[in-house]
């Protein structure tokens, strides 16, 4: 049973945009909130956005301006809208649950951004 599905990822050049999705299970999807994190290898994950089971979004520092999530109740998604991406972008998306205190759930997705 997939729990977690991510979708959108890419090779993208700086300054470039890309949109991620991730498709929720419905058991899943109404009872939590929700973060897009970030990782690359040999680094400790990175909270990238989250948005509350209202709805309402909050951001890293880094990405802020840049970058916006929303979810859809309906089809029970949450996307990340990526703008004006940068080099240090570059990392591998994972969608889950927030708080985490677990091993992600979803396969990711990967983010290449070029200069």
């Known amino acids: 049973q997939v729990f977690l599905e991510e979708s959108g990822g890419g090779l993208v050049q700086a300054g470039g945009s890309l949109t991620l999705a991730c498709a929720a299970h419905?058991?899943?999807?109404?009872?939590?909130?929700f973060a897009w994190y970030r990782q690359v290898p040999g680094k400790q994950r990175e909270l990238v956005a989250r948005i509350s089971r209202r709805g309402d979004p909050s951001y890293a520092d880094s990405v802020k301006g840049r970058f916006t999530i929303s979810k859809d109740n309906a089809k029970k998604i949450i996307n990340l809208q990526m703008h004006n991406l940068q080099v240090e972008d570059t990392a591998a998306y994972h969608c889950d649950t927030f708080p985490l205190s677990r091993p992600f759930w979803g396969q990711g997705a990967l983010v290449t951004v070029s200069a």
């Open positions: 419905a058991s899943l999807f109404g009872g939590n909130a």
